[in-house]
């Protein structure tokens, strides 16, 4: 088709198109509603009996806060990596609040370490972590995959891992509140390794979930 | 755009084809095939058009549609690149037959008067070796039951009414 052609049908049935709304509001729309259920679905599941104890210990309520920080950033991180002409900076938002989140872990090994000794270290199989981490993840990850799905593929890889990362976190961050795990290494293994599975393998279907429409409207 | 976002067709009308120049020389600065620009092009107004939803009109216009054409041209390049890696370029394509000539039918006369010819020449018992079984084509056992002879004999036979044959054929050329 001749490209003046192509102008001719792509402006001769024009309609109107709901703009995209500003990546921070869809963030902040997309976690509300996704912290909402996980809190809720927490709540009936059942919290940890000492998560009372947990919050006066301010390595824990920096680690927590820290996932979620993850998971609010990494939402809007995935949102503007959809809206061409953004600066590419954008895209590591999450990066800082994840390093906390792993190095607040770290530290929690190191006291476990420092307290317990090697007892302390001690790892032992958890299969179900994973498969408990996919459950909580998997509605906050369905609705984020669609949001992004709403913007341009401009990079496919980086925008799914990001929404993966932003669904497994907020899984993450549940789990916190309703698995009793007492040794960080076990956290750090286990959970951090999950998100950080599920992430890449995220990135791996980023270019078949994320395409140029073929038939544009 | 933003006009064009409110379902304007003129106005995009007027973007695109203010646009189309500007694209046109963007993709032949980056890319070298001249073929392949029209194409190029067409993807990025497509692309443009599939995501003019994105745009935010609070920000300005060219770091968006170029932030699409330059993913564009990134695409291309990738797709040409992978078609590439299976293919191989070649000069002259190879025929798919030999050019040598198929013999005339003179050809296969004159053929079958030299070997003729060249068992002539040969003792009769090679001679009746080779009739039997390169012309008649009976087998070893087969032969051996004709003749009366045995089978090591009528190989030796054989191998030397060849090897005679071709002295024959080769002193004639």
Redesign the interface.
Known sequence: ?D??D???S???D???????A?PVWRAMGWFGLSLAFAAGAAYLVGLRHDLSDMFTDGRFIVEFAAILLTSLMAAAAAFCA?????PLWERFAALPFLCLWVASVVFGCWQDWSRLGAAGMAITPDPICLPTLLAWSALPGAAIFVMVK???P?APLSTTALAALAATALGAAAMRLTHATDANVMVLIWQVGSVALLTCAAMLFGRRILR??EH?? | MRS??????RA??LL??EL?PMLRRIVGHKWRNTNNI?DI??EI???V?????????N??FM??????AN??IA?AARYNAGRAAHETTVDIMPETFSGDQPKSTQDLNENHDLLREAMSVLPESQREAIELMKLKELTLAETAKVTGKSIASLKVSVHRAIKAMRAHLEGKQ
């Open positions: 088709m490209t003046e192509l102008v001719r792509l402006t001769g024009l309609k109107p198109v709901r703009r995209l500003l959809g809206c061409p002409g953004r709403r913007g341009a401009l140029w429409p544009p409207a | 064009a976002q409110n379902g304007d067709a995009y009308s695109l084809a189309l029209e092009v067409q107004l497509l692309s058009h599939a995501v003019r939803h994105t745009y935010d009109s920000r300005p770091p968006w549609l170029m932030t699409i993913r564009r695409d």
